[in-house]
C-alpha cells in the first residue's frame, strides 16, 4: 500500500510559479514510476508529467512543456511539480499517482493516487 499526499497548490496570478510535493508513505517511491495528472471542472483527468524511478526519463504534456518541471527525491520519498509561467488553464486539482502497469500517459496505468491540491491561477 501507497499513501501519497499532495501539498503546494493555491491561489496564484498568471505568469507565476508554485511548487507542488507530494509526500509517501507506506512505501519506498524509489522503484516507482511517480506521475501527476490533473482535473479541471467538467473535464476529464489529463495527464501532466512523469519520472522514472531512477530520474532518468522524464515525460510531459505538450501543452506544460518547457513551463513544468518534474523531480523526485527517493531519500525523501518525494516526488515535486515544479511550474513556471502559470496559465489560468492550469487552473485544476492537481493529483501525484504511482504507476502500476500500462502506458505512462495513462491515468487508468496507475493505482495508487492522492487527495489533490487545487491550483488556481488567475488572469
Known amino acids: 500500500q501507497v499513501q501519497l499526499v499532495e501539498s503546494g497548490g493555491g491561489l496564484v496570478q498568471a505568469g507565476d510559479s508554485l511548487r507542488l510535493s507530494c509526500a509517501a508513505s507506506g512505501r519506498t517511491l524509489s522503484s516507482l514510476l511517480m506521475g501527476w495528472f490533473r482535473q479541471a471542472p467538467g473535464k476529464e483527468r489529463e495527464f501532466v508529467a512523469a519520472i522514472s524511478w531512477s530520474d532518468t526519463r522524464q515525460y510531459y504534456a505538450e501543452s506544460v512543456k518547457g513551463r513544468f518541471t518534474i523531480s523526485r527525491d527517493n531519500a525523501k520519498n518525494a516526488v515535486y511539480l515544479q511550474m513556471n509561467r502559470l496559465k489560468p488553464e492550469d487552473t485544476a486539482v492537481y493529483y501525484c499517482?504511482?504507476?502500476?502497469?500500462?502506458?505512462?500517459?495513462?491515468?487508468?496505468?496507475?493505482?495508487?493516487w492522492g487527495q489533490g491540491t487545487q491550483v488556481t491561477v488567475a488572469s
Open positions: 499517482a504511482a504507476h502500476s502497469i500500462g502506458g505512462v500517459y495513462s491515468s487508468s496505468s496507475y493505482n495508487y
